[in-house]
């Protein structure tokens, strides 16, 4: 499933070749993409519509028109969106939208599973709908492991399930989350309000870390993820316990185990990330 740093890798590639760029024509072929509108009526709202950024916030991809509306694109488990000349993107069953651009290219949407989302906004609608599903932004100046600390304050929920919680924090899904646990050696079950002053700074740099590296490695193709030039990206290979259950460890060698946390499948190091404080509780009392 694309994650922050997979969605961050797809702005990066689309900016240049959406921004200026005017909807020439556009095709939805999947009444689910756009509900409630009807797939006609969203084509005709986009046709004419200038872009003037292609912005993220989360997991969302934000495509930002002249208008001042805007395109909102959730590619949740199994889409993806290639560019390519009209006409030179291979047949595809899983196509479920295209958009001509005036500079003779398109960009296809692909979805498998399809539930991926294409919600259109007015300008006054973006902040609102944003901000009510989601929470910090962890690669932003203004998150720092005080605000990972607010967030997270008096919150019982084991720290695996608040770090998927989007309305605490944008854009983490199960891999970066895993990853970034095990980066900061804290247990995926620890309750999210106990973590130490020392243990929230080791979380937010871990946290920052994990997902500087995804998006260096252009996201991490597990399954059906690829950029938009549909080259997959090479995460996949840098991954430390996410997927690897039952291998080693790169840090101390002990086995990696998998269990479930936050209802989901999680990885972690059993002697990296021991449930109980030992090793850190001398450092700094828990905040009460
Ligand atoms: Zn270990």
């Given at each position: 499933m694309p994650e922050l740093p997979e969605v961050e890798t797809v702005r990066r590639r689309l900016e240049p070749a959406l921004v200026g760029r005017t909807f020439v024509r556009v095709e939805i072929s999947d009444p689910r993409l756009v509900r409630p509108l009807e797939p006609q009526e969203a084509a005709q709202a986009l046709e004419g519509e200038r872009v003037v950024a292609v912005r993220r916030r989360g997991k969302y991809l934000i495509v930002c028109f002249g208008s001042g509306r805007s395109l909102l694109i959730h590619l949740r488990m199994t889409g993806s969106l290639r560019h390519g000349p009209t006409g030179s993107l291979p047949d595809d069953p899983h196509r479920r939208a295209v958009v001509t651009l005036d500079d003779g290219t398109d960009v296809a949407y692909r979805d498998v599973r399809r539930f991926g989302t294409w919600t259109l906004l007015e300008a006054r609608e973006l902040d609102p709908y944003l901000s009510a599903r989601l929470g910090a932004e962890?690669?932003?100046?203004?998150?720092?492991a005080r605000a990972l600390g607010t967030r997270l304050?008096?919150?019982?929920?084991p720290i695996k399930a608040a770090l998927l919680d989007q309305r605490s924090l944008?854009?983490?899904?199960?891999i970066y989350v895993d990853e970034a646990l095990w980066r900061a050696g804290i247990h995926p079950l620890r309750p999210a309000g106990e973590l130490t002053p020392a243990e929230l700074r080791r979380l937010h740099r871990s946290i920052r870390g994990a997902l500087a590296a995804g998006i260096a490695r252009q996201g991490a193709t597990l399954r059906d993820y690829a950029t938009p030039n549909g080259e997959p990206g090479t995460m996949q290979l840098e991954l430390k316990v996410y997927g690897r259950a039952g291998e080693r460890c790169p840090r101390c060698r002990t086995a990696i185990e998998k269990m479930r946390a936050g209802g989901r499948g999680t990885s972690f190091c059993p002697r990296c990330q021991p449930l109980t404080q030992e090793r850190v509780r001398p450092a700094t009392p828990t905040r009460s």
């Amino acid at each position: 499933m694309p994650e922050l740093p997979e969605v961050e890798t797809v702005r990066r590639r689309l900016e240049p070749a959406l921004v200026g760029r005017t909807f020439v024509r556009v095709e939805i072929s999947d009444p689910r993409l756009v509900r409630p509108l009807e797939p006609q009526e969203a084509a005709q709202a986009l046709e004419g519509e200038r872009v003037v950024a292609v912005r993220r916030r989360g997991k969302y991809l934000i495509v930002c028109f002249g208008s001042g509306r805007s395109l909102l694109i959730h590619l949740r488990m199994t889409g993806s969106l290639r560019h390519g000349p009209t006409g030179s993107l291979p047949d595809d069953p899983h196509r479920r939208a295209v958009v001509t651009l005036d500079d003779g290219t398109d960009v296809a949407y692909r979805d498998v599973r399809r539930f991926g989302t294409w919600t259109l906004l007015e300008a006054r609608e973006l902040d609102p709908y944003l901000s009510a599903r989601l929470g910090a932004e962890p690669l932003t100046r203004t998150f720092t492991a005080r605000a990972l600390g607010t967030r997270l304050e008096g919150r019982r929920a084991p720290i695996k399930a608040a770090l998927l919680d989007q309305r605490s924090l944008a854009g983490m899904g199960n891999i970066y989350v895993d990853e970034a646990l095990w980066r900061a050696g804290i247990h995926p079950l620890r309750p999210a309000g106990e973590l130490t002053p020392a243990e929230l700074r080791r979380l937010h740099r871990s946290i920052r870390g994990a997902l500087a590296a995804g998006i260096a490695r252009q996201g991490a193709t597990l399954r059906d993820y690829a950029t938009p030039n549909g080259e997959p990206g090479t995460m996949q290979l840098e991954l430390k316990v996410y997927g690897r259950a039952g291998e080693r460890c790169p840090r101390c060698r002990t086995a990696i185990e998998k269990m479930r946390a936050g209802g989901r499948g999680t990885s972690f190091c059993p002697r990296c990330q021991p449930l109980t404080q030992e090793r850190v509780r001398p450092a700094t009392p828990t905040r009460s």
